[in-house]
């Protein structure tokens, strides 16, 4: 049965982590010497793309969108197929522990703007909170107002619907739908960020993260405080330590602690796992040795070319050009803020004001948007007003969700970039130590 059929996504949501997508590709790219120039030729030529509209920015949002910079929108669906609409292999699912194609949707559960500066500044990770209640481009479905995050299903579901209705080949309506999908997706994106250009798109699969971190495991993370979920499977004891793929699903995954720490988690706290990980991926990924095992090399251009989609323009050497840097830790990774919870039709949502949204969002990108307010004096207004904050629903996990086994933690120190909250900007250079 095709996984396209049921676009509505469960309310009991299970999420894929995108953050694999930029280390890998950037340390790909610019590694372009390790390997033999028909592999970089195969990749470039054979990963799926896209043919978007990529939004150019409004005017008044500042007049310096300097064209020599980059932004681009990493996108992580919580979809268990793969670009053609497939079953991952058996393996994978058993492996990561979130159900079978049966389970998940369309939804854009990761968000990430990577804004590379003209002359090689440090680059900017905005990460947008996947509940952040927000106008749908285009109103797909007929839906105005909802979580950013489903902007991609509704339009994909729109659109497939449509095509099917006039005759066109299922599986090529698919490929239209998703395109549809990631249109309005970028498009809601760019109008919630304030009429940001965004340049290009890289759309990973939760398959693509679990082979890219299969590729290169171990791989060294850091917790500030011992941690176990019954629903994510994590199982970690404090410190530095070295896990496997598998684990490092969980470790992206958990927002909450069910074990007798007492520690409290977030789907919050979950962001800040992605932005760490993303640091810890780069880490390994430079290190001597990666970019000239073949296998590897064979691996990760396989995973690219199956699991991930970019659109049209995206070219691989002259990105690697740009943003060569960001391997080398010339990041900062920040979360955008909310005002508080509320429950908009029957749904746990982020409420946020769009001013202090625009106005941070400027300051990161180094633009003046005309008529916003500082970040740190919001002004009035915006999707919603706060509400007092509350804890949403749990949902509930499989019982095919076992706790996985932690890793050994090493013999090192802890790292000296730590982080109790994640509001505080994360910077890259160092394994950093996180909740």
Known sequence: MSHAAGLTPRKRLRRQIALAVVSTLVLLTAGTGAFALYVYQDLNNNIHRSPISMPSGKPDFGTDQNTDETNILIMGLDSRVDQNGKPFPEEIYNAIHAGDQGDGGYNANVMMLIHIPAGGGRAQGISIPRDDYAELAGHPNGVKMSKIKEAYGLALDEKLRELVRGGMNRDEAYQEARTAGRQAQINTVSNFLGGVRIDHFVEITMAAFYQVAQAVAPIQVCLNQATEDKYSGANFPAGMQEIDAQQAMSFVRQ????????????????TRRQQAFM?????????????????????LVGTAKQYIAVDDGFEFLSFAQQASSLAGGNITFTTLPITGYAKRDGKDVNLVDLDQIHATVAQLLGTTPSGSATPETPATGGAGTAETPKTPETPQAPASEAPATPGAPSSEAPADNTYHDWKEPLQAGSIPCVN
Do not use: C, H, M, W
């Not at 927002?255 to 979950?270: I, P, Q, V």
């Not at 991926?281 to 064979?298: C, H, R, S, V, W």
């Open 255 to 270: 927002r909450r602690d069910t074990g007798k720490s007492g520690l409290e988690l977030t789907d919050f706290d979950r």
């Open 279 to 299: 640091v810890s991926l780069a880490y390994k990924l430079k290190q001597a040795g990666t970019f000239t095992n073949p296998a590897t090399i064979t691996s």
